[in-house]
C-alpha cells in the first residue's frame, strides 16, 4: 500500500510534564495529528504541579530550564520558584495548542505489546483501554517518593509527610520539626521551616557539599532588554548553556573543576559556620559530585540558629510523638517531614510494560535498568522513552536533553511513516555497543568511587546518569540511524 494512503499513525503519551509536552508540539509540528497525552494529575507540569513543598524551586537557571523554541522574557529571577515554573509550562502548553490532546485525571497502570496488529493498548486505573501504534513514556526518574524504612515501636500521633505530598492543610506553626535528609529538598525546606517552627531537626545519613547560589531578581531592565532587543534572550542562554558544558569536568574525579568547586564550599562553609564542631558535622566525607550537587545560600546559615540542631544519626524508629535515631537518641517532634528522594533507579516502577513474547521490561530490568540511548529496548517495539535509563546530565540542563531525545523520536516516526511501516525496534546488538560505550565513558567519573548515592542499581552500574556533556548527546541523537533498527517482527512474533 503507498504510503500515503496509510492510516495515520496514532502516538500515546505517559506523562505531561516537560517531557511530554515538548514530544507533542514537535509531533504537532510534523503533522501528526493522533496523539494523546496522558497524565494522572489534574494539569500539566509534572514534577512542578506534584511538588508544592515550601521552598521549591529549580537548581538550573530560568532562562536555561526552558525550550529553546519557547524563550520567555519575564522570568521574575535567576533561578525559577514552583509556581512561575508551572505557569511557564501551563502556558507553553495554550500557546502550542496542546490542550485538546491532553487527557489529565488519568494513571496509565498498564502497557501491552499485541504483535498480531503491531499496536499498544494503554490500560488506566478505572480498566479503560486506549490504542495506539506507537506508546512514549514522558514520565521521568522522579514520580516515586522514596519514604526511609522507619520502625513503628509504637503509633506516632503526629504528621508524617513526604515533601512529594505536601499536605498544606499541616500549620508547622510553632511545632518541633525533623526534617529527614541533605540534598537539594531538604535545602530548600529546611530554612523555610525555620521561620515558622519552635524547633528543628536536621536528621542527616550524611552531609553533602553546599556551594552558594546566588540568585536574585532580574532587574526592570533586564527583562525589557530580554523582551525588545531581538535575540537577546538567545544569546544570553546560549551563553548560560555554554558555561554550564564547561564545566563538564566536575563528573571527572578529581579533576581541576572538581577542586575549584571543592573549595568554593569549604570556604563557604567556613565563612558560614563558625562553631567547628558544626562545620565538622557539615564537611562531607564523600567526593564532591559523587551526589548531586546542592546550590542553596541560605541553608547553612539556618543550620547555625539557636532552635535548629543538626543530628549525625540517621533515623530508625517512630514512638508515639518521637523520632528515634540509629545512635539512641530520642527527638521529641510533632511532624517527620521525608526529603528523602525519588526511587530513580526504578525506571517506569509503577507501569507494567509487556512487550514482546509475554515479557516484563521490569523483569528485563531487574538487576538494573538499561535502554539505547536512553530511550529504546530490545523486544518492545514502537515504545520509546524520555529521561530514561543514563539521561540525566550532570552539568547542564534536562530541558535540552529532553528536547534532543523528543526530536529523535520524531525522526523514527516520520521514518515509519514516510516507509509506510508499522514495527520498529532496536537491534541487540546496536543495545550491547552503546551499553559497552556507557560503562567505557563512565570510568573516572566521580560517580564510580565508593559513595552512596542513588544514581547506583543492584548490579552496581550506575544507571541514571549521562557520562558526558550535553553537547555529546545532540551529537549522538541529532540523525535517525535505520540500521540500529529492525522493521520486521520476528517470525514467532
Request: aromatic share 12%; proline share 6%; glycine share 8%.
Amino acid at each position: 500500500m503507498p504510503a500515503d494512503r496509510v492510516k495515520p499513525l496514532s502516538v500515546g503519551i505517559i506523562g505531561a510534564g516537560p517531557g511530554g509536552l515538548a514530544l507533542g508540539i514537535f509531533l504537532a509540528k510534523a503533522r501528526f495529528a493522533d496523539f494523546t497525552i496522558f497524565d494522572r494529575e489534574d494539569g500539566v507540569g509534572g514534577t512542578w504541579r506534584i511538588n508544592t513543598y515550601p521552598g521549591l524551586a529549580c537548581d538550573v537557571k530560568s532562562h536555561l530550564y526552558s525550550y529553546s523554541f519557547d524563550l520567555n522574557s519575564d522570568w521574575s529571577r535567576m533561578w525559577p520558584g514552583q509556581p512561575e515554573l508551572l505557569e511557564y509550562f501551563e502556558r507553553s502548553t495554550d500557546r502550542h495548542g496542546l490542550r485538546p490532546h491532553l487527557c489529565l485525571n488519568t494513571e496509565i497502570t498498564t502497557a501491552q505489546w499485541h504483535s498480531g496488529t503491531n499496536s499498544w493498548t494503554l490500560t488506566d486505573s478505572t480498566g479503560q483501554r486506549h490504542t495506539f501504534d506507537t506508546v512514549v513514556s514522558a514520565v521521568g526518574m522522579f514520580t516515586k517518593p522514596l519514604l526511609p524504612d522507619l520502625n513503628e515501636q509504637e503509633p506516632f500521633t503526629g504528621t508524617l509527610m513526604h515533601t512529594a505530598k505536601w499536605d498544606h492543610s499541616v500549620d508547622l506553626t510553632g511545632s518541633r520539626v525533623a526534617v529527614l535528609g541533605t540534598g537539594s529538598t531538604a535545602s530548600q525546606l529546611l530554612p523555610e521551616v525555620a521561620k515558622v517552627a519552635d524547633k528543628v531537626y536536621s536528621v542527616q545519613r550524611s552531609p553533602t557539599w553546599i556551594l552558594p547560589k546566588p540568585d536574585r531578581p532580574y532587574s526592570e531592565r533586564e527583562r525589557w532588554v530580554f523582551k525588545r532587543i531581538p535575540f537577546a534572550k538567545k544569546f544570553y542562554r546560549t551563553r548560560l548553556w555554554l558555561r554550564s558544558e564547561r564545566n563538564i569536568s566536575v563528573i571527572e574525579n578529581g579533576s581541576d573543576k572538581t577542586q575549584e568547586f571543592k573549595g568554593i564550599s569549604l570556604e563557604f562553609l567556613e565563612s558560614t559556620v563558625a562553631d567547628p564542631d558544626l562545620r565538622a558535622k557539615l564537611t562531607p566525607d564523600h567526593p564532591l559530585g559523587c551526589k548531586r550537587l546542592v546550590f542553596a545560600s541560605d541553608y547553612l546559615s539556618t543550620l547555625t540558629q539557636p532552635h535548629v540542631e543538626v543530628v549525625s544519626s540517621p533515623a530508625r524508629a517512630l514512638r508515639s510523638r518521637s523520632l528515634v535515631t540509629e545512635d539512641g537518641s530520642e527527638l521529641d517532634v510533632d511532624v517527620v517531614l521525608c526529603a528523602t528522594g525519588y526511587a530513580a533507579t526504578d525506571y517506569l516502577g509503577q507501569i507494567e510494560v509487556v512487550g514482546e513474547g509475554g515479557q516484563s521490561l521490569h523483569d528485563i530490568w531487574r538487576d538494573g535498568a538499561f535502554a539505547y540511548m536512553g530511550m529504546t529496548v530490545p523486544g518492545f517495539p514502537n515504545f520509546f522513552m524520555l529521561y530514561g535509563p543514563n539521561t540525566n546530565v550532570g552539568s547542564n540542563s534536562v530541558i535540552f536533553v529532553l528536547e534532543a531525545q523528543a526530536h529523535y523520536i520524531v525522526r523514527a516516526l516520520k521514518h515509519l511513516r514516510c516507509s509506510g511501516k508499522r514495527y520498529v525496534a532496536v537491534r541487540p546488538a546496536a543495545m550491547a555497543a552503546f551499553l559497552a560505550d556507557v560503562d567505557r565513558w563512565m570510568e573516572g567519573t566521580v560517580w564510580t568511587t565508593r559513595c552512596s548515592n542513588y544514581f547506583r542499581a543492584p548490579n552496581g552500574r550506575v544507571v541514571t546518569q549521562w557520562p558526558r556533556s550535553a553537547r555529546a548527546f545532540w551529537a549522538m541523537t541529532r540523525r535517525f540511524r535505520p540500521r540500529d533498527y529492525t522493521f520486521a517482527a520476528p517470525p514467532d512474533g
